[in-house]
Nanobody, 124 residues
Framework: QVHVAESGGRLVQAGGSLRLSCATS????????MGWFRQVPGKEREFVAG????????DYADSVKGRFTISRDNAESTAYLQMNSLKPEDAAVYYC?????????????????YGQGTQVTVSS
């Protein structure tokens, strides 16, 4: 059985940093592209960052480029999202997703497995 579980979300002040983790089990992690998405109430889920299976290729939404860094540890079957210089508009539920053999898509529905999300709150 596949499990995808995000952690690390919490309340942080604007300008601060957080690192989110996405732990997986039940899948061959190194064969999956990984993505981070976020959603606020009343809005569609939006792409934040993606990383290919090897970790050598990444992709970022313009809104987070230069502030967020996605990474992965295939030995630990875990992906990460380092978030720096956080802004109030970064507040959302952050979701991790895994895409088997995927090309690091920006489309949520291209992913095979998802976590339950972790809440990030940014105070101004």
């Amino acid at each position: 059985q596949v499990h995808v579980a995000e952690s690390g979300g919490r309340l942080v002040q604007a300008g601060g940093s957080l690192r989110l983790s996405c732990a997986t089990s039940g899948l061959t992690f190194s064969t999956y592209a990984m993505g981070w998405f976020r959603q606020v109430p009343g809005k569609e889920r939006e792409f934040v960052a993606g990383i290919n299976w090897s970790g050598y290729t990444t992709d970022y939404a313009d809104s987070v480029k230069g502030r967020f860094t996605i990474s992965r540890d295939n030995a630990e079957s875990t992906a990460y999202l380092q978030m720096n210089s956080l802004k109030p508009e970064d507040a959302a539920v952050y979701y991790c997703a895994a895409d088997y053999g995927g090309p690091m898509s920006r489309e949520w529905n291209q992913y095979d497995y998802y976590g339950q999300g972790t809440q990030v709150t940014v105070s101004s």
